[in-house]
């Protein structure tokens, strides 16, 4: 599975952003497509992630409310839309694929991960 991450970049505090990923390969049906950003100096931190089904999701604190993220199963594609970004939203967003259950945040049960896209939140 490959996964190509883009969408990424500029944008003023309280803009939007909407990110993709396109999987390609033969990804599984049974499978979780996550986010995950890190910046600079952190440590790489869970964003958001949609299980295989389609009908959940999950979302850090820090992006709650904020945040919506999806997948069209028939495009292998998976989004993250982003609302009133703010400057500690900045960091480099990776998309993420994984076979398993449960412990979705925690980065390395996924398997795969995109080349990531920048996102930078200016005050």
């Known amino acids: 599975v490959q996964l190509q991450a883009f969408g990424g970049g500029l944008v003023q505090a309280g803009g939007s952003l909407r990110l993709s990923c396109a999987a390609s390969?033969?990804?599984?049906?049974?499978?979780?497509m996550g986010w995950f950003r890190q910046a600079p100096g952190k440590d790489r931190e869970f964003v958001a992630v949609?299980?295989?089904?389609?009908?959940?999701?999950y979302y850090a604190d820090s992006v709650k409310g904020r945040s919506t993220i999806s997948r069209d199963n028939a495009k292998n594609t998976l989004y993250l839309q982003m609302n009133s970004l703010k400057p500690e939203d900045t960091a480099v967003y990776y998309c993420?694929?994984?076979?398993?259950?449960?412990?979705?945040?925690?980065?390395?049960?996924?398997?795969?991960w995109g080349q990531g896209t920048l996102v930078t939140v200016s005050s």
């Open positions: 949609v299980i295989w089904s389609g009908m959940s999701t």
């Open positions: 390969g033969r990804p599984s049906s049974w499978h979780n």
């Open positions: 993420a694929y994984g076979d398993f259950s449960g412990s979705y945040s925690t980065a390395a049960l996924y398997a795969y």
